[in-house]
């Protein structure tokens, strides 16, 4: 890796990379639990020292006069690249040298019985571990190639599943969907309800919401899936019996970038107008106001009752449309990038069910990462938990990245010029 003697030349590495998803059954799993567990491999440690020795190579490039305008263009951009890497490398390793010193002082003052020095050298290694801890999650973000999409709005839909218990799922939809409302009130964001169609015992059928702000497909990308409730219900037979009934839900998130551009044929499309229903406190118009849109080719279909005028939101639905047609393209080429592997979640992995809410034992697992939370309300608040639930799913993401990299990672060092 590095300079040959044919040129700069470097082996595709973690910064090229398009893609990484979260894959359910990873090998190394149990292995790599955290950051800090992934940053001990051997592996990432060679690979490390190589990309700090890189930096060194391309900083003394940059000083020699012999090289062209081209070449230096291209080992600035390595360079950029390759700094914060090997800046955050360097301070982990001189942290561990700390913890080193910390841990040998120990020694020497648990030997000599001086309580208070070693106590305050106790505190201080715990300060340098968690140091570390934040350090290793910074790099590995460093490492992870940014998510096209990870900055752009969102549509987010859900919809209810089917019971034999009738209402659960329906209250569990409503519940969700002023989860993320609360979570994007938590975030600053700004949540614009596009699609509200109430069930008529007080739940929630299907809604859909336009969610804009810093970031927000990077934090709801893993939300799309099916979520599963367990509850004994408030009101009813089963409620009086004390049984325990099951639904679902599903959740999709579709990145909406700022410029969509698919081309829409207006004779592929079927336009319907009806009353809008309200959502809690908002209006019920008196006027066919909303819009249903059917694509005919695909037969996807959207609908809008944000606004009092028609007009609106016939604009509105015809923008999901577009998302939802170029999530369709997306799809595609990430069947043919990743045909051995899950989609990334959150476009359309319906069939998997990624969390259970269980009300009786007030926990919340997440089957992706193995994770338990507990105090379900504190989730469906959709504050600090839920941002915590989140960033662990992203912390996995992240290892998943670099851990399927290091799998390749001996062939790609075999390469040459």
Known sequence: ???????????????????????????????????????????VQKYLETLSKEYQQVSHLLNVDSINDFEQRTLRRRCA????????????KEAEREVQELEAMCRELDS??????????????????KKIDMLCRKLFQLLVPKEKY?????ILEVTAGRTTGGDICQQFTKEMFEMYQNYADYKRWTFDIVNYTPAEIGGLHHAAAHISGD??????????????????PETGLSSRMQRIHTGTMS?????????????????????????AKGAGGQHVNKTDSAVRILHLPTGLAVECQQERSQQMNKEIALRTLRAKLYQQ?????????QSARKLQLGTRAQSERIRTYNFTQDRVTDHRILYDARNIKEILSGKEALDKLINRLLEFAEIEAVTEYLENLQTLEGGGC
Do not use: M
């Open 1 to 43: 890796v590095g300079l040959h003697n044919c040129g700069f030349w470097r082996p595709k590495s973690l910064l090229d990379t398009a893609r990484f998803t979260l894959s359910f059954n990873s090998q190394h799993r149990k292995k790599h639990q955290d950051s800090r567990a992934l940053w001990k491999h051997e592996a």
């Open 81 to 92: 690249n390759l700094s914060p890497i090997a800046a955050a490398f360097q301070e982990i």
């Open 112 to 129: 000599r019985d001086e309580k208070q020095l070693l106590e305050l050298a106790l505190e201080e290694k715990e300060t340098v571990d």
């Open 150 to 154: 990870d900055r752009s709005p969102v």
């Open 215 to 232: 970031d927000v497909y990077k934090h709801l990308k893993y939300e799309g899936g099916t979520h599963r409730v367990q509850r004994i």
């Open 251 to 275: 959740v999709i998130v579709l990145p909406q970038p700022e410029e969509v551009d698919v081309k829409v044929d207006p004779k592929d499309l079927r336009i319907d107008t009806f009353r």
């Open 329 to 337: 393209i997306i799809e595609k080429q990430l069947n043919q990038e």
